[in-house]
């Protein structure tokens, strides 16, 4: 997508850290923007401070783990807006933890804000994006925000499942949706400076009490310590923004924003290599 002026964004997770700063990033860039996400005090702020800039924006409270909701939103955004051209599915929370602290509630809640609202952000706004296309030619493009831990695996188990899930899904639908005219990148951050550690604050009303406790205390402390200092001092989620704008122009795959984890990636495709070195010269049986 080469002219992203006066295109119509919607963005979740929109009120804080990388969705706020794709959101700030992208109306920048001349795009009006819905700004969807569950709190909807830092919404409203954040929706207010961007207008005050000028940027044609507007807010939508949703919780994005509810289909309905999400369709809600998608429903108020084609009334404000009238068409969509870019979708950010960004919301997630860092839970999930680690064997031992599973429970079924915890997965519910991960498993819904990380990778579900993705699956049904796609269902709801691919075919509002199709129409667009067709009827204007003016294409569309779906970003979905993963992680470094959506291609290296290490302390979280559970919110690596789900982030690996992002990346399968945009890796996949990648080419069907090409011939449709929409772009597919996945977003793969590593240390951003978020509130990310603080995701307890987003669990919905109905699991409050039933998750695990999802952040630090949930990984172990050494980890979380190092964890907790990289994100304080993490990347700015206005550059990550900006990357991410250039990303769709470019039509990039993927999108990351710095190459510390490169060489876990490494390590992980070596791994892969080893294991297919160990049956390499031997014939299957049929
Ligand atoms: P953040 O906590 O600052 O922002 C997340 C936003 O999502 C908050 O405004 C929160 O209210 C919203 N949200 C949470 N649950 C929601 C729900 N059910 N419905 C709607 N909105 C909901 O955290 P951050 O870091 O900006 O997280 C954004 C994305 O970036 C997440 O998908 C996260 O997994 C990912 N990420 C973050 C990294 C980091 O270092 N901060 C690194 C890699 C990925």
Known sequence: MNTLVGKVAFVTGAASGIGLGIAEALAQAGVKVMMADIDGEALAREVARLSATNADVAGVRADVSLKAELQRAADATMERFGKVHILINNAGVGGGGDYGDWNDAGWEWVIGVNLMSVVWGI?????LMEAGGKAGGEGGHIVSTASMAGLVAAVAPGYNATKYGVVALSEGLRPKLAAKGIGVSVLCPGFIRTRIMESARAV??????????PDASALPSEFAAMAAQAIQNGIDPLYVGELVVEGIEGDWPYIFTDNQFESGVDLRFAAIKAGFDKI??????Y
């Open 123 to 127: 269902e709801i706004f691919g075919p």
């Open 204 to 213: 919905p009303e109905r699991l409050a009490g039933k998750v695990a406790l």
């Open 280 to 285: 390499r010269g031997r014939t299957p049986r």
